[in-house]
């Protein structure tokens, strides 16, 4: 079983959030408007939801597959961890809507967001983000995306075709 050796500084893995929730909210800000404001907030924490409900799900026990950041407690670091899949979420939105995917390359899409996730991924991980224990291993987050990401699609459907009806 590898030993996770947890650091109490302000180091790389915090200002990778900072820098990653800056730039992220920066995009999202600077980008032309394609959606209305409620359509965005929506999209937004359609990522900020799914990032938190998985995240809580493999990392608190009895699973406990992750820690996130410097510890096995829950610090404002971890929330704003959660905040920041919130841009990258509306930007999978925004270029699914801008490029106008075609069902035949639905699958193709899919497949290359899942596998840009399993990068940040990655990246986060080497930084200190996620700390991997008890055999869990990055490619089981790559399933993960898969089933995340084709859900976003259904539900870019289902918010394109009602959300914005009144009744």
């Not at 050796?5 to 302000?10: A, E, I, L, N, V």
């Not at 730039?23 to 408007?33: A, D, E, I, N």
């Not at 409620?38 to 992750?66: A, E, K, N, R, W």
Request: proline share 2%; glycine share 6%.
């Amino acid at each position: 079983m590898q030993v996770v050796r947890f650091d109490h500084q302000f180091n790389a893995n915090e200002w990778f959030i900072v820098i990653s929730l800056i730039v992220g909210v920066l995009v999202v800000l600077f980008l032309p408007k394609r959606f209305s404001i409620q359509t965005t907030c929506v999209f937004l924490l359609c990522g900020v939801f799914f990032g938190f409900f998985f995240d809580h799900t493999l990392s608190v026990l009895p699973v406990s597959y992750y820690v996130i950041n410097d510890s096995t407690l829950f610090e404002i670091m971890d929330f704003f961890s959660h905040i920041m899949y919130g841009p990258f979420c509306y930007l999978f939105f925004y270029l699914y809507d801008l490029f106008d995917i075609k069902p035949r390359f639905l699958m193709l899409w899919i497949l290359v967001w899942a596998l840009l996730s399993v990068g940040i991924e990655f990246v986060s991980h080497k930084i200190g983000v996620f700390h991997y224990q008890h055999g869990y291993k990055i490619y089981y987050s790559f399933g993960i995306y898969l089933l995340v990401i084709s859900g976003w699609v259904i539900f870019y459907r289902i918010i394109m075709k009602y959300g914005e009806k009144e009744y």
